[in-house]
């Protein structure tokens, strides 16, 4: 296909052995979800690279991949869509390239033959993609800049294995599944973020956003960054108003909104009724786009907390005259849900909105295969609540405030609830983050931390979890806030303008006139699942199955006087930012004995 969301497979021999056929048909089978409309495998010698498809671009058999193209020398395997695929296909024309199909698989293999590794550059859009040369044995692993697309490797003696998802990797055996102690403690810190290239299996590893990775037919590799948002203030634009900066923003956004309507099939948006989203159908309705398919999800209230945003998402629904689904899920659901949520995970992610976006997504998938979302926009744009106490905070000291407003617990009531044989000699999550601090550039302290979450944080938590949640259902979302020209805009934006109207508010600001007031002056809304937060009944049950099963007790994860108070006190005991620290154990519990892990 061209682009659009798949599940990708590859295995590279360096032994002299022939790629194995059993092993990447395997991957393959695993990420049928990702792409329920078509499969491909192709073997060549020590090679093979395997897809799922789910049809957007081009969606004739010309489409379908791997794509091999012998006049040109090159495999290729690709996940994602490259926005701007038809203005490069011009550009590739006029530079002498020919083409056989509307695909953007096809832009990229031409791109590569034109560029070099320099292709990347050209490309707008998300993707994790694997080229293989079929003359010199050498292969290119990309991913884009954002790292909305996953990439997942087994690298081995003599052997690289790839995959979209980790069960991808588990289901081809072999893998080391011992647990990472330096992941773990990223996980327990910092809300289940665990950069790239760690996962929490020392078997498995990511390929970090924006990175190019070359191996050659020996199996020597180098790989390099190449693209970096920087986070600093443009002389060029030192004398632009407050009203100057929100209307250049909101013009980039409509550029970005656009860009992620190209599909050969309709696109939707999934609508929380916040001031981003909103803002996306906004745009949409001003671009002339009618008849727009919204989708928005509500849970039953718990513990004092209402689970549902219907009230704003119907607002802005009614308002521009949209095709609005509002989705009630009934508790009744809820509970499979959560389980179902688990065993779509590549790697364990605590938050409830995995659950919440799992349900959306398998009702929504049922009338569309593309939406755009609002994710993204909190990161680039100063959203929540640990940026303000960050102003004004000299840059050598944002390291350190930064984590006692964000982490979910510091290093040493870490080493009280995870017993020490699982964890690494050092506060492994400090020395991460003062180092990713530290690198130049970001010109504040709120500019550092704006940096982290949209290179690191963001990567890792948000985006994954949407991308997951909702390629699990063979539906695609898009995420215009992270277009990477608008992130590198955000970024020259003056911290002070960002945290304005408590948060976004130089978005806020724009957006008016474009959408409701009310939207607009509403308070912060989340993605509340209740009955998560406040665990009773037969989630409280669950969670604690989850940590009391016998995998459980034998791996030992945990101090187990630890586990049985927050058993006995489940929604006592909170993390830095009000998350259920309970829920945080079982989840990872959960995970492990989904995949069957030791």
Known sequence: MGGTVCGI???????????????????????????????????????????RRLAIIDLSTAGAQPLVEPALGLSVVFNGCIYNHHELRDELGKLGHSFFSISDTEVIAKAYKQWGTDFVD???????????????????LARDRLGIKPMYLDERPGMLRVASTVPALLAAGGVDTTIDPVALSYYMSWHAVVPAPRTILKGIRKLPPATVRVIEADGSSREWVYWEPRFERDAELAGWSQADWSEALIDKLRTAVKRRMVADVPVGVLLSGGVDSS?????????????LATYSIGFESAGGESGDEFEYSGLVAEHFGTDHHRIPIESSRLLPGIDAAVRAMSEPMVSHDCVAFHLLSQEVSKTIKVVQSGQGADEVLGGYSWYPPLAGVPRSEAAEVYADHFFDRRWDSLTKIVNRQWLPDHDAPMAFTEQRFAVPGAETAVDAALRNDTTVMLVDDPVKRVDTMTMDWGLEARVPFLDHEFVEFCGKIPPELKLADGGKGVLKRGARGHIPDAVIDRTKGYFPVPAIRQLSGPYLDRVSDALNAQAARDRDLFDRSVVDQWLAAPND????????????LALLEMWLQEHSIG
């Open 279 to 291: 803002l996306i159908v906004g745009l949409l309705a001003e671009a002339g786009q009618s008849g």
């Open 9 to 51: 497979a590859a295995e590279i021999r360096f032994d002299g052995t022939q790629a194995d056929v059993g092993a990447l048909a395997a991957m393959t089978a695993c990420q049928v979800h990702r792409g329920p409309d078509g499969s491909g495998l192709w073997v060549r010698e020590r090679v093979g690279l395997g897809h």
């Open 122 to 140: 050209h490309l707008i859009g998300m993707f994790s993609l694997v080229i293989v040369e079929l003359d010199s044995g050498r292969t290119i």
């Open 573 to 584: 005991h909170r993390t830095e930012l009000d998350g259920n620290a309970l829920w945080q």
